[in-house]
């Protein structure tokens, strides 16, 4: 395994633990008004009903969210998409 393939796994370890203290916890205070694109990882996910349920809530609730499936088994993808500062995924 090279250095560049040991940080792009490091820097998955870090999002992924990221992603999971964020789902245990509350969102900080004013998050919910701040536009965020979510997004549902993997591959296949095209039958998902998250996006439907999630954008429904957030629509009801007045949250600037909107829930997307991301439809790939490309990793490198999947880590450009949750390197952006306004984008958040679950696998």
Request: hydrophobic content about 45%.
């Amino acid at each position: 395994m090279t250095s560049n393939n040991n940080a792009n796994i490091a820097d998955s370890v870090d999002i992924l633990a990221a992603s999971y203290e964020h789902g245990t916890s509350m969102p900080p205070l004013g998050a919910l008004t701040k536009p965020l694109k979510l997004y549902l990882f993997g591959n296949p996910i095209a039958h998902s009903m998250t996006p439907l349920l999630h954008n429904t809530l957030f629509e009801e609730h007045g949250v600037p969210w909107i829930y997307s499936l991301f439809e790939s088994l490309d990793g490198a993808a999947f880590l450009k998409l949750l390197k952006r500062t306004t984008a958040s995924a679950a696998p």
